[in-house]
């Protein structure tokens, strides 16, 4: 998360095709020029047969051009130092460099994105809404896991439940304008993470969420964290059904649990019934 690498998530075989064409084209722009992690679901994605779209030879690389490195490692006239290692006493400039190319890149995926769309019509941002424009309950997620959100939300939307989803594409830089844009109509959200940060009060895409609402006027927005899929545990559309089902509780009550709900783990149930049980007797 904090390497400092460009970070792009998959939904599925296409857009890990895609994405990796792009991320060259991102990782090599001369103001940006940091390394650039395409990430998919490992066996859901990889191991798993699916129609992908692919583009003539020619076309990606008039797309992604001739790189030409302003220092190149083997001009002798010109010799620079590269390696793995860097000191205290330019360690911090050099991590400032870091940071501004970030920004540089928030600003100019969109950009890359776009033109990647006309010579594939497949057009990608850093988020991808859906069904969101009217919706109370919103669920936010990356990968894979975002197509199934999709699947519960057209079940869960014939049954007149006002909910929808929003996937993060790109994790790092973390899309936050995109983010304080697409919830500004909610009026609860849940945020799935596929991760555990020890010792924090929620997971890393929902720290991200809640410290890019702060200060605005969604600081206020109830925002449960779901843990989830460790190890490459499934996620099935039952569990997001579980899911929306207690975010429209909270919705209702105002009630907003203060610590991550985790799902799918074996005995969950129990232990959180033994709590309430001993809260009770207490």
């Not at 400092?4 to 890990?16: C, D, M, R």
């Not at 605005?216 to 190890?231: A, E, F, K, M, R």
Request: charged residues 30%; negative net charge.
């Amino acid at each position: 998360r904090d390497s400092g690498w460009i970070q792009i998530f998959s939904e599925n075989a296409q857009e890990a095709y895609d994405n990796t064409i792009i991320a060259v084209r991102i990782a090599e722009h001369p103001d940006i020029l940091l390394p650039v992690m395409v990430t998919m679901d490992g066996f859901i994605i990889s191991h798993t047969m699916e129609r992908v779209e692919v583009l003539d030879d020619d076309v990606v690389k008039n797309f992604i051009g001739e790189y030409n490195p302003k220092y190149k490692l083997l001009d002798v006239k010109n010799p620079v130092t590269v390696g793995p290692l860097d000191l205290q006493d330019y360690y911090f400039e050099h991590k400032r460099a870091q940071a501004e190319a970030m920004e540089n890149a928030y600003k100019l995926i969109k950009e890359i994105d776009e033109e990647y769309y006309k010579i594939s019509g497949r057009r990608y941002s850093y988020v991808e809404p859906y069904e969101i424009d009217d919706a109370d309950i919103i669920l936010i997620s990356l990968g894979s896991t975002a197509g199934t959100i999709k699947d519960v939300v057209d079940e869960l939307r014939l049954k007149g439940l006002k909910v929808g989803g929003l996937k993060i594409r790109v994790y790092r830089p973390f899309p936050r304008d995109e983010i304080k844009e697409f919830l500004s109509n909610a009026s609860v959200v849940g945020v799935m993470d596929r991760a555990i940060a020890f010792g924090s009060p929620c997971g890393p895409v929902c720290l991200d969420v809640k410290a890019s609402l702060q200060g605005t006027s969604l600081s206020n927005l109830p925002i449960v964290n779901y843990i989830y899929g460790l190890g490459g545990r499934d996620i099935t559309p039952k569990d997001i059904i579980k899911i929306f089902n207690e975010l429209e509780k909270v919705r209702i009550s105002g009630e907003v649990p203060n610590l991550p709900r985790y799902v799918g783990v074996r005995g969950e149930e129990n232990y959180i019934e033994q709590k309430a049980k001993l809260k009770i007797k207490n």
